[in-house]
């Protein structure tokens, strides 16, 4: 079983209320993939009309070696987790045949759940994307043996409410200091 290298992976959930799509996600997507800064893995898009209708469309960029390649490593790394040295066999062939079929672990039921989740009208996009671009600061900082502590994402959204909690603390530290009796001169 040879190492398949891959850069990091980010799954990205997506609604849309009253979506007007226009082709301009497929167009950046389009881009970033040209460019060689992503790499699509997986993409489930499920719409749902005003009347209840159910659409969807999935796409990737691997072929089928590749979707294979990477359902087998994706399966032997859960089954490391899941049974250890032992589980990583049953992993790797769980996650062949996982490829073979195209689900990835989207499987039709989970696109009939998102659907029955979101409201006529709307729509929502599950995006399973590798960072090429990290792939060899990836390889750097194992070489330099560094291991993953913790990672996110930080959206304009989070610093918008990492400021008001920011806010909320000092304008809170400084009711406190103004409740504190003024000390007496020293003599």
Known sequence: MAEVMYGPMQLLVIGFENPDFHGQIRQVLGSAMEKGV???IDLRFVWKDADGNVEGMEATQLDDVERERFGAAVGALIGLGA???EGVQAGW?????AAARHTFGMTEENVRKIANIIPNNNAAAIFLIEHIWAKDLKQALRDAHGYLIADGIVTPEALVLAGA???GAVE????EEQK??????AR
């Not at 809170?172 to 009711?175: P, S």
């Open 93 to 97: 062939e769980a996650g062949t045949t």
């Open 83 to 85: 049974g250890g040295e």
């Open 165 to 167: 909690a920011l806010r």
């Open 172 to 175: 809170a530290a400084e009711a």
């Open 180 to 185: 504190k009796p003024m000390a007496a001169p």
């Open 38 to 40: 992503i790499r699509l």
